[in-house]
């Protein structure tokens, strides 16, 4: 069996730093979007890309929009975001 392949043109995520903030484990976030907690973990090691319908699923979860949460390019850390102004 072949390895696992990362995405070509990876999307990445604050999935595991929105969970922290709210104190929400991957079987929690799974169960409330409807997939299993594996997915999450792919999800958030940049192994899997989402599709747009979980992408949009996991969006509503946060009440975040979708650029706030997935981007192409790697996100800065949120403290650095906040605090350079």
């Known amino acids: 069996m072949a390895a696992k392949k ?10 595991r730093v929105l969970r922290a ?4 484990s991957r079987v929690e976030l799974a ?6 907690p594996q997915t ?4 958030q090691q940049g192994d899997h890309s ?7 699923r996991i969006c509503d979860i946060f009440s975040l929009p979708v650029e ?3 981007s192409r390019e790697k996100f800065t850390p949120m403290s650095q ?3 350079k102004r």
């Open 6 to 15: 990362k995405p070509s043109h990876p999307i990445f995520n604050r999935i």
């Open 21 to 24: 903030e709210r104190d929400m």
């Open 31 to 36: 169960d409330l979007v409807g997939v299993n």
């Open 40 to 43: 999450i973990g792919a999800l």
């Open 50 to 56: 989402p599709s747009l319908d979980l992408a949009f």
């Open 68 to 70: 706030a949460v997935f």
């Open 81 to 83: 975001e906040m605090y």
